[in-house]
């Protein structure tokens, strides 16, 4: 009769004896050796199984009209799958505030091959949404019959992103056969120089002789001149020609008015006297005789390098009514007629005619750098009631 020999090990469950040859299996307990054999059985067995159905003919051949089994269709994710589901939205209205409906939106994705694009319409309040769009950067493109069409680049959203555009203004197209009515150059002009007499830097200092409108219409005479007047008659103007009074007459820079408020008041007359006319012989006469443009052209997008080089070069640089930059000739004339003026209110002055005018000319040229840099770097961020759609130059593509 076989019996089963179990041993006590302290190395393992099993070893070798060399003396007999013979395997000798060592548990620590019964129940474990049942359960060791039967798993053995049961691979042996399993084993055996598969290599005889790997050998032997398959379902169809031993079956040829029997069903066969029906493996479900592979499932393709399309590129729109969960990335799909960034979104923009936006209101379009015109320059006045006036919502625009069925503004024609359409959004291209960078990158993205031609004909993909997206496309919808604003509702009756001027809203438009895209739903479902793959995160990457996008160009937005509205046109509406009547305006120019408005392009915002540099659009980048990320998967599950919803980006939400400021409002839109629409500028009023310059030459349109859908219109209506056409306007002229000197309308939108217009227009654009009313929205300009309403900008203040914190609500309270005019900012008027700027331009956030870098394809602005070129200004009229009359249009020159209302820019002019309306500015060196702020109460801002008459104020800080005061305090700027009021510092030389301190200091005693211009003794040649004595003394008491009569002194000081003929020194305000011959500040705010050098004043008005230096603004109305530069930003009108000479501006107009040479075609040149009065205002600040701010360029808001760009490096700090080309801003800057940008800002200071306008002080002898002014771009014409052409919409091409020529020497700034009104700046030079019209600080030097100044300062002439100024030089024959001066009473008994010890300073001669040439050296003020001298001085006059560099001091209002480097004033003007000054203002040119406040107006590109810092006015911006300050300024009230510039309208939305005046972003300045557009960045280049």
Same mark, same amino acid.
């Given at each position: 009769?076989?019996?089963?020999?179990?041993?006590?090990?302290?190395?393992?469950?099993?070893?070798?004896?060399?003396?007999?040859?013979?395997?000798? $299996?060592?548990?620590?307990?019964?129940?474990?050796?049942?359960?060791?054999?039967?798993?053995?059985?049961?691979?042996?067995?399993?084993?055996?199984?598969?290599?005889?159905?790997?050998?032997?003919?398959? $379902?169809?051949?031993?079956?040829?009209?029997?069903?066969?089994?029906?493996?479900?269709?592979?499932?393709?994710?399309?590129?729109?799958?969960?990335?799909?589901?960034?979104?923009?939205?936006?209101?379009?209205?015109?320059?006045?505030?006036?919502?625009?409906?069925?503004?024609?939106?359409?959004?291209?994705?960078?990158?993205?091959?031609?004909?993909?694009?997206?496309?919808?319409?604003?509702?009756?309040?001027?809203?438009?949404?895209?739903?479902?769009?793959?995160?990457?950067?996008?160009?937005?493109?509205?046109?509406?019959?009547?305006?120019?069409?408005?392009?915002?680049?540099?659009?980048?959203?990320?998967?599950?992103?919803?980006?939400?555009?400021?409002?839109?203004?629409?500028?009023?197209?310059?030459?349109?056969?859908?219109?209506?009515?056409?306007?002229?150059?000197?309308?939108?002009?217009?227009?654009?120089?009313?929205?300009?007499?309403?900008?203040?830097?914190?609500?309270?200092?005019?900012?008027?002789?700027?331009?956030?409108?870098?394809?602005?219409?070129?200004?009229?005479?009359?249009?020159?001149?209302?820019?002019?007047?309306?500015?060196?008659?702020?109460?801002?103007?008459?104020?800080?020609?005061?305090?700027?009074?009021?510092?030389?007459?301190?200091?005693?820079?211009?003794?040649?008015?004595?003394?008491?408020?009569?002194?000081?008041?003929?020194?305000?007359?011959?500040?705010?006297?050098?004043?008005?006319?230096?603004?109305?012989?530069?930003?009108?006469?000479?501006?107009?005789?040479?075609?040149?443009?009065?205002?600040?052209?701010?360029?808001?997008?760009?490096?700090?390098?080309?801003?800057?080089?940008?800002?200071?070069?306008?002080?002898?640089?002014?771009?014409?009514?052409?919409?091409?930059?020529?020497?700034?000739?009104?700046?030079?004339?019209?600080?030097?007629?100044?300062?002439?003026?100024?030089?024959?209110?001066?009473?008994?002055?010890?300073?001669?005619?040439?050296?003020?005018?001298?001085?006059?000319?560099?001091?209002?040229?480097?004033?003007?750098?000054?203002?040119?840099?406040?107006?590109?770097?810092?006015?911006?961020?300050?300024?009230?009631?510039?309208?939305?759609?005046?972003?300045?130059?557009?960045?280049?593509?």
């Amino acid at each position: 009769m076989m019996g089963l020999h179990f041993h006590t090990l302290e190395k393992g469950p099993f070893m070798h004896t060399s003396s007999n040859r013979r395997l000798q $299996i060592a548990f620590i307990g019964q129940p474990r050796a049942i359960a060791l054999c039967s798993g053995i059985l049961v691979l042996a067995a399993c084993l055996a199984t598969s290599a005889a159905i790997a050998q032997g003919p398959s $379902i169809s051949e031993i079956l040829p009209d029997a069903p066969q089994p029906q493996l479900p269709a592979p499932q393709h994710t399309s590129p729109a799958g969960p990335e799909a589901h960034s979104r923009i939205s936006g209101v379009v209205s015109d320059i006045q505030g006036g919502l625009i409906p069925g503004a024609h939106v359409v959004a291209e994705r960078a990158g993205a091959p031609a004909g993909e694009s997206q496309q919808t319409n604003a509702d009756d309040k001027g809203f438009f949404r895209f739903s479902d769009l793959l995160a990457g950067a996008y160009i937005i493109t509205i046109t509406s019959p009547g305006f120019d069409t408005y392009r915002i680049p540099g659009i980048n959203i990320k998967p599950g992103e919803s980006y939400e555009l400021p409002e839109v203004a629409l500028p009023i197209a310059r030459t349109t056969a859908d219109a209506t009515v056409t306007l002229t150059e000197q309308q939108i002009a217009e227009v654009e120089l009313n929205d300009e007499l309403h900008q203040r830097v914190l609500g309270v200092l005019p900012n008027y002789y700027t331009s956030y409108i870098w394809d602005a219409a070129p200004l009229t005479m009359r249009q020159k001149f209302k820019l002019a007047i309306r500015s060196a008659t702020d109460p801002v103007f008459y104020a800080t020609t005061a305090l700027g009074t009021g510092i030389n007459f301190a200091t005693s820079a211009n003794p040649e008015y004595g003394g008491g408020p009569s002194g000081y008041w003929e020194l305000y007359a011959s500040n705010y006297g050098g004043a008005l006319v230096g603004r109305v012989v530069t930003s009108v006469l000479l501006n107009s005789l040479f075609k040149e443009d009065p205002r600040y052209f701010v360029m808001t997008n760009g490096s700090v390098a080309r801003r800057s080089w940008h800002a200071i070069s306008s002080t002898f640089l002014q771009r014409g009514d052409d919409k091409h930059w020529h020497p700034a000739y009104s700046n030079f004339i019209g600080g030097a007629t100044s300062a002439v003026v100024v030089s024959t209110w001066h009473p008994d002055s010890t300073v001669s005619m040439g050296q003020r005018v001298l001085n006059d000319t560099v001091l209002d040229l480097g004033g003007e750098a000054i203002r040119n840099l406040a107006r590109e770097f810092l006015f911006r961020h300050l300024a009230r009631h510039v309208p939305t759609y005046a972003k300045g130059k557009p960045p280049e593509e």
